[in-house]
């Protein structure tokens, strides 16, 4: 009875000790913007650009909000439930957290929302966390928000410049998946050209369809045009997301011998997949002491715990299908919705060994979000994933084989091609280990300034 009740306790307190050990040591959030106005519109519509609070594209007060909420309930899970004893400080600690964002307002303006709603105004201090002058806003702490150019950046924009991505889109449109779509959604083209005054095509569906939802979450419905429009909204809305499975190389099959499904997502989601794999290599590498360079260690890494991307719906979908998601939007089509999120945390056992869990915090209704766990999702990591497996079978998705995105970019998809670009290796393009040595670096000078 005794060593029964012994060996039960001790199954017990062992079991309880190696989930007790397991740490949580890097967190990193991707998510879309919070809501906004219309990024444009077809020429007849009469809400036209004066509609709109700050014009084209701009973060709403809702999408403002939406990414308070997001940023606390973030709050929530990692500071206040602080699992594996991450140990994230309470309130803005510079050493620890990177955000960058795209070069884009509402992207930037949604990382800051979010950091508001993520720090709150816990524990923070007049006349040193921010100053003790009556014109200051409350007890706002400003956090710092990175950005790099947009046309040139490959892990924030889908679209940017990349001339090997133009001519596989340029061959997806010859494909008879786009084609057929093309074919059997002409007689709603036709009939959509003159209400609309655009020549509508499959690649400006998208265009009014965002115009539409935007000016119904607005009420600003009530004119003739959008009657007339609305009678085919359920059609539009369902090319329009089959357009943007296309978009991320979803439901296509090979053609002149291009695999859609691993190019498209490697040029629109690769470099972000293997931006935040290259983070989590550097802390893991550090953290075992596999690396010590101080740079990139001791001034960089270490004390490191948090990095964000603020991005944009195109982005996450295209992160998805590098993780072999089966949808635009994890399990449903059309892209993510405002604010959504998804998160990857790097975990180490006792025995510092590694595995990683990702989770997907979709918007569910306004401003609230769920919270599921996607990690036996992600294709090769069914039965849970090492940092090394997650490395593994991202290698597929990973830009040129070397991460060398503008290499890859100026790498023709056809031997024989006349185009103009030329396969050349890039010198300003960096691995994601140069990237991150260089990001120690550029720290360790700008904390010596
Ligand atoms: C961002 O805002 C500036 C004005 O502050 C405006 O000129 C610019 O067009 C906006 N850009 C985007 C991408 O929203
Ligand atoms: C604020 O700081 C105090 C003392 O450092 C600590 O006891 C308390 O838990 C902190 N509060 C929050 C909300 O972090
Ligand atoms: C496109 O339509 C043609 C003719 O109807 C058909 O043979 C073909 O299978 C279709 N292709 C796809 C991908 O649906
Ligand atoms: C509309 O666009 C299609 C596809 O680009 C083109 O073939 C067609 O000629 C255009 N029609 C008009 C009226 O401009
Ligand atoms: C639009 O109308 C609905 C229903 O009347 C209302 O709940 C909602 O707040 C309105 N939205 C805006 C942005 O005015
Ligand atoms: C578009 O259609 C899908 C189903 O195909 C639906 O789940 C979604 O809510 C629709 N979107 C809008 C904005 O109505
Ligand atoms: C795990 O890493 C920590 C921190 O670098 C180190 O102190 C510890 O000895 C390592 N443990 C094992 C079992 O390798
Ligand atoms: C929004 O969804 C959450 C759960 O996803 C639910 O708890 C909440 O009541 C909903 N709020 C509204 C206003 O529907
Ligand atoms: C391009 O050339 C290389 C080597 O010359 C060859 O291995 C490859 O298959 C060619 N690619 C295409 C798409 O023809």
New binding site residues.
Partial sequence: MNSFYILHLAIIISSCRVVAEDKLIFLQAVWRHGDRSPTDTFPTDPNKETAWHQGW??LSALGMKQHVRLGQILRQRYIVNNPGNLNLSPSYTNYEIYVRSSD???TLISAMSNMIGFYGAANVTAGLDFPDMPEWPGKFVPIAVHTVDFPYDHIGNTDSICPRRDQIWELVKQTSEWQNLTQENQPMFDALSPITGWNVTLDNLGDIFGAMYIESLYNLTNNPIYHELSKYYDQINKTNDQRESYYVGLDLKPYKGVDFSIELPTLRGGSLLWAIIGNMRGKYDCYTKKVTNPNVCQYWMDPFKYYVWSFHDTTLSSLFTTLGFKRSNYNEDGYPQYSSCATFELWVKDDNSSYIRVYYLPLTNTSDHLIEEVTPEITGCENGCTLDQFEQRSQPFKPNGDGNTAALCNTNLFNDTSSPTSPSKAASSLSSNQFLISIGLLVYVFKNL
């Fill in positions: 594209g701009q884009v307002n509402r």
